[in-house]
């Protein structure tokens, strides 16, 4: 509750210049520069604020046991991750409802090519839902396989885990 109500106020605060841009009359580039910029401005609070919880997860473990340490990172990561996809969400919202918007106000489309466009992102963005959805259920059970292996050394499970993120970066750059 409290991080949905620090990310209104952060929303808040970063629209108030994009409404007045917009009320000043700003030509089109601008609204669309600043929708941009507010946007990727948002992305990096939350992205900010993802670190300083996991900060604060790694300093509010320290002295519990193994099991503990498992379970509440475990936690973490489920809520962490229900979280970044509402704010996915969210922003996609957004998105589509400028588009529509910028859509709308463009005479030189007619209403199948402004219908077509809508539904081109629409399905993209189901795509690449689908995309993280499926990483992240890999990365769970690959986390799950590496904790529960007792014959593996922390050293050796760091090294798993960099040679799956690695591979995982490689799948991404393709998937671009």
Do not use: C, W
């Not at 795509?127 to 904790?147: G, L, M, P």
């Not at 798993?160 to 690695?166: G, N, P």
């Amino acid at each position: 509750m409290k991080k949905i109500t620090v990310y209104s106020l952060v929303v808040g605060l970063l629209l108030f210049p994009v409404a007045v841009a917009l009320a000043q009359g700003k030509g089109t580039g601008a609204r669309t520069s600043g929708f941009h910029q507010q946007q990727r401005q948002e992305r990096q609070a939350f992205q900010k604020q993802e670190g300083q919880e996991r900060k604060d997860l790694r300093e509010s473990l320290q002295g519990k046991t193994s099991e503990e340490k498992q379970a509440a990172i475990k936690e973490f990561h489920a809520e962490q991750s229900q979280e970044r996809k509402a704010f996915n969400q969210q922003q996609h919202q957004e998105n589509m409802n400028f588009l529509k918007q910028r859509l709308a106000n463009n005479p030189k489309l007619t209403d199948a090519q402004k219908e077509e466009l809508s539904n081109l992102f629409e399905n993209q963005y189901k795509k690449n839902v689908s995309f993280r959805n499926t990483q992240h259920s890999e990365n769970v059970a690959f986390f799950e396989q590496v904790a529960n292996n007792p014959n593996m050394t922390q050293e050796q499970r760091k090294k798993a885990i960099r040679a799956h993120f690695q591979e995982q970066k490689t799948e991404n750059k393709e998937k671009r």
